[in-house]
T-cell receptor, first 111, second 117 residues
């Protein structure tokens, strides 16, 4: 059974800092890995999708990497802003296209 | 872009009530829809997968008679929590994929906060 772990559970940084969120998964037989953002009481916004054959994806200030063999992914956020404050979820897509989620990292960017 | 609409956003009702939650794809045909449940400070847990026109596939531990899922059209799936009890209080979120898009980002609704008194 796939298990997804996100470290740290919470992170607080001053505005402008670069930061890295970590995600690990136990079964490397994946189709893809997604990073989502969830604001309090809201649904999910897809940030980046990395296919299993890819090593990284970039969108604006966000960069996600994938090392399938070691079961790890990182989400790098450059020049953090208060508007980046949210919970970031990592999810692994498997053969049935269902997603297995981590518990998330709650990010607070302090002005 | 693709949008998934989920309704209602919040429900507060008495124990024993049945509650229906709707998930609609607004600009694409959702051949597959997923229903998740999220408890406070926990990850999203997949409850069931529904394909248009067929019975839903439930995850282990999810009671199919309690959580009724109907995916009768390519734009609508419903989740009915029958005879809801306080332990069913949670955040329910649906997501959808279109035909030929199963390896693309899933589109999520905004979720439904269910509170059973």
């Amino acid at each position: 059974k796939q298990e997804v772990t996100q470290i740290p559970a919470a992170l607080s940084v001053p505005e402008g800092e670069n930061l890295v969120l970590n995600c690990s998964f136990t079964d490397s037989a994946i189709y893809n890995l997604q990073w989502f953002r969830q604001d309090p009481g809201k649904g999910l916004t897809s940030l980046l999708l990395i296919q299993s054959s890819q090593r990284e994806q970039t969108s604006g200030r966000l960069n996600a990497s994938l090392d399938k063999s070691s079961g790890r992914s990182t989400l790098y956020i450059a020049a953090s802003q208060p508007g980046d404050s949210a919970t970031y979820l990592c999810a692994v897509g498997a053969g049935s296209y269902q997603l297995t989620f981590g518990k998330g990292t709650k990010l607070s960017v302090i002005p | 872009g693709a949008v998934v609409s989920q309704h209602p956003s919040r429900v507060i009702c008495k124990s024993g009530t049945s509650v229906k939650i709707e998930c609609r794809s607004l600009d694409f045909q959702a051949t597959t829809m997923f229903w998740y449940r999220q408890f406070p400070k926990q990850s999203l847990m997949l409850m069931a997968t529904s394909n248009e026109g067929s019975k839903a596939t439930y995850e282990q531990g999810v009671e199919k008679d309690k959580f009724l899922i109907n995916h009768a059209s390519l734009t609508l799936s419903t989740l009915t929590v029958t005879s809801a009890h306080p332990e069913d209080s949670s955040f329910y979120i649906c997501s959808a994929n279109g035909r030929g898009q199963l390896n693309q980002p899933q589109h999520f609704g905004d979720g439904t906060r269910l509170s059973i008194l």
